[in-house]
Nanobody, 118 residues
């Protein structure tokens, strides 16, 4: 059974940093592109960043230069380092595993709340 478990969310002041982690189980990590998405209240879920099996990364425009996604294939984890956070980054952040091309298969974590506020 595939499970994605996020951790690292919380309350942080504007301008500060936070690091999210996602631990994967179930044997799909090595064949999956991994991503982080977020959903703010009243808004649709949006892509934050993803990293392919080979380590190629892509970011949403508003996160470029502030966020960094990385993966540890040995530990089956994917992380999101978030710097210079601002209130607009407040959202529930979800870990995603995608494999099998398009449309392929998607698995989601339960989400972790990030709140940026003074």
């Amino acid at each position: 059974q595939v499970q994605l478990v996020e951790s690292g969310g919380g309350l942080v002041q504007p301008g500060r940093s936070l690091r999210l982690s996602c631990a994967a189980s179930g044997g799909i990590f090595s064949i999956s592109d991994m991503g982080w998405y977020r959903q703010a209240p009243g808004k649709e879920r949006e892509l934050v960043a993803f990293i392919t099996i080979r380590g190629r990364t892509n970011y949403a425009d508003s996160m470029k230069g502030r966020f960094t996604i990385s993966r540890d294939n040995a530990k089956k984890t994917v992380s999101l380092q978030m710097n210079r956070l601002n209130p607009e980054d407040t959202a529930v952040y979800f870990c995603n595993a995608h494999y099998g091309g398009i449309p392929g298969y998607d698995y989601w974590g339960q989400g972790t709340q990030v709140t940026v506020s003074s």
